[in-house]
């Protein structure tokens, strides 16, 4: 009996342990469930809110489940991903359909209301189908009639948001492909991003990314030395700090991030430490945006900076930048 009481324990350990890992503010859920990256990731998310994968149609960018939709039994579910990527594209579900009208309307008020306790209040489009647009993805409630009287409501999710958080890492929103610098501080003058928004880098290797996309570390190659790299997030998933250290020297560099409400990089402060763990250096450097593009990326930035060197004074400095970034999704 002990043993069983064991097994049934690590198993329960283990069905938490997943459920706490998949956890990603930064992407569109369905009742809690990360709708985004490979089939590895979000079969096993539906998996742990109640949807089991079912037979469908001959296709391998679809996926179909079953499942208990907010407790509306029977709930069927549809999975597209991206015919280049393969990562998670979009969802629909589908309750229904009811053949009374007080079963129906029932139904979709209560779905309404559990999805608009979650997401805010849902707009009407000039169909009738109502819709909510949030910084990581669309959801669009729209009802069928069919011909024997009968409705059907669907639940259609949409994924705008990268499966890699490389993007978000440096302060970036959307599907972005390039970005150019002028006046770079901290950062390369040219960064490129792959479509899945993984930072393309021959410098960066040994990537370790969790479940959900987000770089938890890395090693980094500068003029033939290596430098471990570590990653720690905060509850929104912005990137909080990175400690940096060179395996030769033993010099560690430890920056930290804060961000304000609209998940934008406002100051990176830095601080190097000699092999004594004594700091040697602190840069401070505190952004004031002043232009941005149609995807809330800033384009036009004065970065105030403070640098100090061990044995000398604090220094001030005003740099001036501008970006021009170019997206994925661009016509």
Same mark, same amino acid.
């Given at each position: 009996m =002990? ?17 706490? +890992? ?5 992407c569109?859920?369905? $009742?809690? &469930? ?7 990731? #979000?079969? *096993? +998310? ?8 079912? &037979?469908?149609a001959d296709d391998?960018? !679809?996926?179909? #489940?079953?499942?208990? #939709? ?9 999975? !597209?991903?991206?015919?280049h @990527?393969?990562?998670f594209?979009? +969802?629909t579900?589908?309750?229904g359909?009811?053949r009374?009208?007080?079963l129906?309307?029932r ?8 999805l ?6 849902f707009?009407?489009k ?5 819709y909510i647009? !949030?910084d ?5 409630q ?7 009287? &009968? ?5 259609? %999710? ?5 499966? %890699?958080?490389?993007?978000?890492n ?12 002028e006046?770079?501080? &901290? ?8 479509? $899945? ?13 969790? *479940? ?5 570390a +890395?090693?980094?190659t500068?003029?033939?030395? =290596?430098?471990?790299? @570590? ?10 700090? @990175?400690?940096?250290?060179? $395996? ?10 804060k ?8 100051? *990176?402060?830095? =601080?190097? #430490? ?9 840069? @401070? ?5 002043e ?12 970065l105030?900076?403070t640098?100090?060197?061990?044995? *000398?004074?604090?220094? !001030?400095?005003?740099?001036v930048?501008t ?9």
């Amino acid at each position: 009996m =002990k043993k069983i009481g064991l097994l049934v324990f690590l198993l329960w350990a283990v069905q938490m342990a997943w459920s706490q +890992a998949i956890y990603d503010p930064k992407c569109i859920t369905l $009742m809690d &469930a990360p709708l985004e990256g490979p089939d590895s990731a #979000f079969i *096993q +998310a539906l998996k742990s809110v109640g949807f089991e994968a079912v &037979a469908g149609a001959d296709d391998d960018d !679809t996926y179909h #489940f079953k499942g208990d #939709f907010y407790g509306i039994k029977d709930a069927r579910l549809e999975v !597209t991903v991206n015919e280049h @990527t393969k990562l998670f594209s979009e +969802a629909t579900v589908t309750c229904g359909p009811y053949r009374t009208r007080e079963l129906y309307e029932r139904n979709q008020k209560y779905l309404l209301g559990k999805l608009q306790r979650e997401w805010g209040n849902f707009k009407a489009k000039g169909d009738g189908s109502l819709y909510i647009l !949030t910084d990581y993805g669309y959801i669009r409630q729209s009802v069928m009639l069919h011909e024997n009287g &009968a409705h059907s409501i669907s639940y259609y %999710y949409l994924n705008m948001s990268p499966y %890699y958080k490389d993007v978000s890492n440096m302060g970036l929103k959307g599907f972005v492909q390039e970005v150019i610098t002028e006046n770079p501080v &901290a950062e390369n003058p040219i960064e490129h991003f792959d479509e $899945m928004g993984k930072l393309e880098s021959v410098g960066l290797t040994e990537r370790k990314y969790n *479940q959900v996309g987000y770089l938890m570390a +890395a090693t980094l190659t500068e003029g033939g030395e =290596k430098k471990q790299i @570590t990653y720690d997030y905060n509850d929104a998933g912005n990137l909080k700090r @990175t400690i940096q250290t060179n $395996m030769v020297s033993g010099l560690k560099l430890v920056t930290d991030y804060k961000w304000n409400d609209d998940g934008e990089m406002v100051q *990176q402060s830095q =601080k190097a #430490f000699d092999k004594d763990n004594e700091c040697i250096m602190s840069v @401070t450097m505190k952004y004031n945006i002043e232009e941005r593009d149609d995807n809330d990326n800033w384009t036009k930035n004065t970065l105030h900076i403070t640098n100090w060197l061990k044995g *000398q004074r604090a220094q !001030t400095m005003e740099v001036v930048q501008t970006r021009t970034i170019s997206y994925w999704d661009e016509d």
